[in-house]
């Protein structure tokens, strides 16, 4: 993204994302690798229409790392589904502008995200057992992605598949090849997705919650890999969790979402350390520690709000226990735009220094 200009009054720099966005446009020569402006998406039900993704901004580099954090149901998954254009010819309603490589993933065709699909952008799905063909052998799967993409023979494709697999550390590629997905443990399942996800070595990789369920060794072994992998292909990785800890591990940069929006983001660093939104906050307080005295969890108290009826203000205000710090009622009925920092932004009402004393007493 591009640089932040000092304020006349010798002030930290502070803009708007949009605002940032518009400057970011003017500057097309030096684009992001992905540059996503003001993405929404919203799904039309009986009892109305529900808010899934409001206004997201955030750009990524080849060779780096974004995660995105948030509870269920935060918008997560749906953004990655948006940007593989896999709404396309749903009831979705999907606005805004993905820019991968000169090319609008929002508004291209379906051909034209096929094409893509696959070769130039990867995704590694949530549930493995799921996300593959119960009837077809691993291999075949893995080689039918090759052959999509390449003119190579069905020989080639299966020579591909097999040192994929390989790759990845599935032990005897030959002969797993030939085995259908039970006969896999979920770590190898996961590995095989990540194989079908890289065979054609894409530019961008997505990978959504790529550890669920699997045991904390299996856990560093795929996190392990994946970032092997990217250091061969320079690729850039976009990472969904609700796990911190690995985001602290394997991530450049985080994004944090709650209720459709981006309430935070920056390096992660700064995320952890310069934390500056209470909803980031309550995230790492409800992480328990070896340390903790207590034995005590420490939820984030309520629950997230209706993406059918969103609220007049922030929308965290309901759950937030520092919301009477901002005063006037402001928190429940503006709603906060999201400013940027020196590379680091919040959408909340909270001055920096009250947002100091607050983290301080975490």
Do not use: W
Not at 179 to 191: D, L
Not at 283 to 311: A, C, E, F, H, V
Not at 338 to 357: A, F, M, N
């Amino acid at each position: 993204m591009t640089q932040l200009q000092p304020s006349p009054a010798g002030q930290p720099a502070t803009r708007t994302a949009h605002q940032a966005a518009e400057t970011g446009h003017q500057a097309a020569e030096t684009a992001a690798f992905l540059d996503v402006r003001n993405l929404s998406v919203k799904f039309p039900t009986d009892d109305g229409l529900v808010s899934a993704v409001n206004g997201m901004d955030f750009s990524l580099e080849r060779g780096q790392t974004l995660g995105i954090v948030g509870e269920s149901g935060s918008g997560k998954s749906v953004t990655s589904q948006a940007l593989m254009g896999l709404l396309k010819g749903t009831s979705a309603r999907v606005t805004g502008q993905a820019l991968f490589q000169g090319k609008d993933l929002v508004t291209l065709p379906e051909s034209g995200m096929r094409q893509l699909r696959g070769r130039n952008i990867g995704m590694i799905f949530q549930d493995p057992l799921s996300a593959l063909h119960p009837f077809y052998t691993v291999g075949h799967q893995i080689a039918e992605a090759y052959l999509v993409h390449n003119k190579a023979s069905k020989k080639q494709a299966r020579a591909a598949a097999v040192d994929m697999l390989g790759r990845v550390g599935i032990p005897s590629p030959e002969q797993r090849y030939d085995e259908y997905p039970h006969h896999f443990s979920g770590g190898m399942r996961q590995r095989a997705m990540i194989a079908m996800a890289l065979i054609c070595e894409p530019e961008l990789l997505i990978a959504d919650e790529p550890t669920t369920a699997l045991d904390v060794t299996v856990q560093a072994q795929i996190l392990d890999l994946m970032s092997e992998l990217q250091q061969e292909t320079n690729s850039a990785l976009i990472l969904i969790t609700h796990d911190l800890g690995v985001v602290a591990e394997v991530c450049d940069s985080v994004l944090v979402m709650y209720g459709g929006q981006c309430v935070e983001s920056g390096p992660v660093d700064e995320i952890f350390y310069d934390t500056r939104h209470p909803y980031t906050l309550g995230l790492l307080k409800s992480m328990p520690t070896l340390s903790s005295s207590s034995g005590r969890l420490n939820p984030i108290p309520g629950q997230p709000p209706s993406l059918l009826d969103l609220p007049k203000g922030c929308i965290f205000s309901a759950r937030c226990e520092y919301a009477a710090l901002a005063g006037d009622g402001v928190c429940a009925s503006q709603r906060p735009e999201l400013v940027v920092e020196d590379g680091h932004g919040k959408r909340c009402h909270l001055s920096g220094p009250q947002i100091v004393t607050i983290r301080n007493t975490r």
